[in-house]
């Protein structure tokens, strides 16, 4: 079967780093995305892997290693507006998204 | 560009009735996808079209769901009849395979509150 991994919840300092984990299981890989969600509103497109490494925008970054089936979200001087769930996605060998749960991130003053 | 637009945003009804949600993907773009969102089951594909043509329905949940796409500019989910446990965020969206093979973005709307009670 396909799975994606993502923890529940996290919690986090408003200006700190955080990093969100995501593993993947699925038949084929063709790209992995991450996607930002805040209450209430519909998802919104925030990075893209497709290769190993680290993908660089602004003060977020993502990272994926697809030997190990595995990419993080890092979120680096948080604000209260990065409140919000993100969600993992993976573009399997149909080219079709599938979905993680999402992790929804609390920022603490 | 008005992004994707999705109506109505907000439907309450009974069970039994019937329910359509329509949505207006961005002009240009060749997939439209029809999500359903839980908190219990998070973000689900329903089903998705490709140049006006349904692709993969596997994931619309029984008979009682049917979505259409007559034209590249309109597309509607209906729930025949419906029932409590349908109640959910409906999310359309709506991607563009123009230029690069590998990274379609899709483009969410804002989305439809269902309940049913």
């Known amino acids: 079967g396909q799975n994606i991994d993502q923890p529940t919840e996290m919690t986090a300092t408003e200006g700190a780093i955080v990093q969100i984990n995501c593993t993947y299981q699925?038949?084929?890989?063709?790209?992995l995305f991450w996607y930002q969600q805040h209450a209430g509103e519909a998802p919104t497109f925030l990075s893209y892997?497709?290769l190993d490494g680290l993908e660089e925008k602004g003060r977020f970054s993502s990272f994926l290693s697809r030997s190990k089936g595995y990419s993080y979200l890092l979120l680096k001087e948080l604000q209260m507006k990065d409140s919000a769930s993100y969600l993992c996605?993976?573009?399997?060998?149909?080219?079709?998204?599938?979905w993680g749960a999402g992790t929804k991130l609390i920022i603490k003053p | 560009d008005a992004g994707v637009i999705q109506s109505p945003r907000h439907e309450v009804t009974e069970m039994g009735q019937e329910v359509t949600l329509r949505c207006k993907p961005i002009?240009?773009?060749?997939?439209l996808f029809w999500y359903r969102q839980t908190m219990m089951r998070g973000l689900e594909l329903l089903i998705y079209?490709?140049?006006?043509?349904?692709?993969?329905d596997s994931g619309m949940p029984e008979d009682r769901f049917s979505a259409k796409m007559p034209n590249a500019s309109f597309s509607t989910l209906k729930i025949q009849p419906s029932e409590p446990r349908d109640s959910a965020v409906y999310f359309c969206?709506?991607?563009?395979?123009?230029?690069?093979?590998?990274?379609?973005?899709?483009?969410f709307g804002p989305g439809t509150r269902l309940t049913v009670t």
């Open positions: 969206a709506s991607s563009s395979s123009e230029g690069s093979t590998e990274y379609y973005e899709q483009y």
């Open positions: 002009s240009g773009h060749d997939y």
């Open positions: 079209f490709n140049n006006n043509v349904p692709i993969d």
């Open positions: 699925t038949s084929g890989f063709n790209g």
């Open positions: 892997n497709v």
């Open positions: 996605a993976v573009k399997d060998s149909n080219y079709q998204l599938i």
